[in-house]
C-alpha cells in the first residue's frame, strides 16, 4: 500500500479561525513532509519531520505548527491565517530523509480556502 | 547548485501521436531524477525515478524516460498518448535527502 490520506479535502476558514489538517501513512515510512502548492506552481517545501522529530522549518511564519504524534500521523494546525495563505497543502511521505533515491509519496491534499 | 529546466510550459498532441517532455537538469554529481504527474485537483503521483541503476526508466502507464549525462537530459516520453494523460508534468531532481528542487512543471494537453 503506497497511499498517503489526507483529511480534510477542502477546507474554508476564517481568518480568526483554528483548524488543523491531518496526514496518515501505513507505509512505514519515518519522513513526514508538508507542502504548499499555489495555483499553476510547483510545490513549495514548508516543513520536514524524521523520525518524529522536526528536522527542517523552511522559514515558514509561526501561525503554521507542525505536529508530529507518532510515526504514522502528522497534522498541520493553522491559526490566524491571512487570504494569501489560500492554498492546497500536500504532505508526503518517505522512507527516510537520508537517501537521495527514496522517492516520496504524496497525499490528495487539502484545498484550503482562508476568507 | 541544484536546478532542473523543464523546456516547455505546455505541451499539446493529438490522442494516439508520441508524447515528449523535455528535462535538463544541473548537478555537480550523480542526481537522483523523478517524474512526477499532478491531474487537477490531485496530489502528485510518482511516474518513474533514475537512481543510477539503468539508464532507461519504465514508468507506469507506458511512460518511460531516459538519463543522457552528456546531456544532462531526462526526457520523458510515451508512444501513444491517452486522453487520461491531460495533466501537470514535474520534472524533480534531489540535491540532498530531502530536498526536491521541482522544474516549474508542463502541461500537457491531449486533443481528441
Given at each position: 500500500?503506497t497511499?498517503?490520506?489526507?483529511?480534510?479535502?477542502?477546507?474554508?476558514?476564517?481568518?480568526?479561525?483554528?483548524?488543523?489538517?491531518?496526514?496518515?501513512?501505513h507505509?512505514?515510512?519515518?519522513?513526514?513532509?508538508?507542502?504548499?502548492?499555489?495555483?499553476?506552481?510547483?510545490?513549495?517545501?514548508?516543513?520536514?519531520?524524521?523520525?518524529?522529530?522536526?528536522?527542517?522549518n523552511?522559514?515558514?511564519?509561526?501561525?503554521?505548527?507542525?505536529?508530529?504524534?507518532?510515526?504514522?500521523?502528522?497534522?498541520?494546525?493553522l491559526?490566524?491565517?491571512?487570504?494569501?495563505?489560500?492554498?492546497?497543502?500536500?504532505?508526503?511521505?518517505?522512507?527516510?530523509?537520508?537517501?537521495i533515491?527514496?522517492?516520496?509519496?504524496f497525499?490528495?491534499?487539502?484545498?484550503?480556502t482562508?476568507? | 547548485?541544484?536546478?532542473?529546466?523543464?523546456?516547455?510550459?505546455?505541451v499539446?498532441?493529438?490522442?494516439?501521436?508520441?508524447?515528449?517532455?523535455?528535462?535538463n537538469?544541473?548537478?555537480?554529481?550523480?542526481?537522483?531524477l523523478?517524474?512526477?504527474?499532478?491531474?487537477?485537483?490531485?496530489?502528485?503521483?510518482?511516474?518513474?525515478?533514475?537512481?543510477?541503476?539503468?539508464?532507461l526508466?519504465?514508468?507506469?502507464?507506458?511512460?518511460e524516460?531516459?538519463?543522457?549525462?552528456?546531456?544532462?537530459?531526462?526526457?520523458?516520453?510515451?508512444?501513444?498518448?491517452?486522453?487520461?494523460?491531460?495533466a501537470?508534468?514535474?520534472?524533480?531532481?534531489?540535491?540532498?535527502?530531502?530536498?526536491?528542487?521541482?522544474?516549474?512543471g508542463?502541461?500537457l494537453?491531449?486533443?481528441?
Open positions: 500500500d497511499e498517503v490520506t489526507q483529511t480534510p479535502k477542502h477546507l474554508v476558514m476564517g481568518m480568526t479561525n483554528k483548524k488543523s489538517l491531518k496526514c496518515e501513512q507505509m512505514g515510512h519515518r519522513a513526514m513532509y508538508w507542502y504548499k502548492q499555489k495555483a499553476k506552481k510547483p510545490p513549495e517545501l514548508m516543513f520536514v519531520y524524521s523520525y518524529e522529530k522536526l528536522s527542517i523552511e522559514s515558514v511564519p509561526s501561525r503554521f505548527s507542525p505536529e508530529c504524534p507518532n510515526s504514522s500521523l502528522l497534522n498541520l494546525h491559526h490566524a491565517l491571512q487570504p494569501e495563505d489560500s492554498a492546497l497543502y500536500l504532505c508526503a511521505s518517505s522512507q527516510d530523509d537520508q537517501g533515491y527514496y522517492e516520496q509519496y497525499g490528495p491534499g487539502t484545498r484550503l482562508v476568507t | 547548485a541544484q536546478s532542473v529546466t523543464q523546456l516547455d510550459s505546455h499539446s498532441v493529438s490522442e494516439g501521436t508520441p508524447v515528449l517532455l523535455r528535462c537538469y544541473s548537478s555537480s554529481y550523480s542526481p537522483s523523478f517524474w512526477y504527474v499532478q491531474h487537477p485537483n490531485k496530489g502528485l503521483q510518482l511516474l518513474l525515478k533514475y537512481t543510477s541503476a539503468a539508464t526508466v519504465k514508468g507506469i502507464n507506458g511512460f524516460a531516459e538519463f543522457k549525462k552528456s546531456e544532462t537530459s531526462f526526457h520523458l516520453t510515451k508512444p501513444s498518448a491517452h486522453m487520461s494523460d491531460a501537470e508534468y514535474f520534472c524533480v531532481v534531489t540535491p540532498s535527502s530531502y530536498k526536491l528542487i521541482f522544474g516549474s508542463t502541461r494537453l491531449v486533443r481528441p
